[in-house]
């Protein structure tokens, strides 16, 4: 499964002689990683960690919640589970962003699509490129009979909880803590 856009090729180019401008359409895709994209995933993951370091709990999140590089490099290894996605968002064949998500069995059958990581480069986000990354894990979850779909945020992050709500995620669960280390 992939998804990519319907525009041309990222090497057409179309000159309009009216407005004297270059117009160059790009083509936007989102595949399943592979082990050959770990270079790029490792650079982009370096990206998100550094985003994450500078919100409101960041620090606690990356040391809790982010797995280490060697097991996201194991994620891409041929014949890794099922239950587990790993995709890469693309322009042209420059890779912008990256999603990791895995289904959780629940009690009495309900199935959770779980976002531990969706992130894409600032440029890119101002042409969807989250959107095709999460439209894809949406697809990739109700295909595995999902019953929902969740993702964290870090807490004052407004333009990552703004996009999720765009899609209908909403809060539903909201995590505290107290740092002990000072005293």
Same mark, same amino acid.
């Given at each position: 499964m992939s998804l990519s856009s319907t525009g041309p090729d990222p090497d057409i180019e179309q000159f309009a002689p009216e407005t004297g401008l270059l117009d160059i359409e790009l083509k936007t895709a989102v595949r399943p990683a592979r082990l050959e994209d770990a270079p790029e995933l490792a650079r982009l993951r370096d990206l998100?960690?550094?985003?994450? *370091?500078?919100? !409101?709990?960041?620090?606690? +999140? %990356?040391?809790?919640?982010? /797995?280490?590089?060697?097991?996201?490099? @194991?994620?891409?290894?041929?014949?890794? *589970?099922?239950? !587990?996605?790993?995709?890469? +968002? %693309?322009?042209?064949?420059? /890779?912008?962003?990256?999603?990791?998500? @895995?289904?959780?069995?629940?009690?009495?059958?309900?199935a959770l699509c779980r976002i531990s990581e969706l992130f894409v480069e600032s440029p890119a986000q101002e042409i969807g490129m989250g959107a095709l990354l999460l439209q894809f894990t949406t697809e990739w979850a109700v295909e595995?009979?999902?019953?929902?779909?969740?993702?964290?945020?870090m807490p004052g992050d407004r333009e990552t909880k703004n996009f999720f709500e765009t899609f209908g995620l909403v809060a539903r669960a909201i995590t505290v803590h107290q740092d002990l280390s000072g005293r």
């Open positions: 998100a960690c550094e985003h994450i *370091a500078q919100q !409101r709990g960041g620090a606690v +999140a %990356l040391l809790s919640e982010f /797995p280490e590089q060697d097991s996201l490099k @194991a994620s891409l290894e041929p014949g890794s *589970a099922t239950e !587990r996605l790993f995709i890469i +968002a %693309l322009i042209g064949n420059t /890779p912008v962003g990256y999603c990791s998500a @895995a289904i959780t069995q629940l009690e009495q059958g309900y595995r009979q999902c019953a929902g779909i969740d993702a964290t945020v």
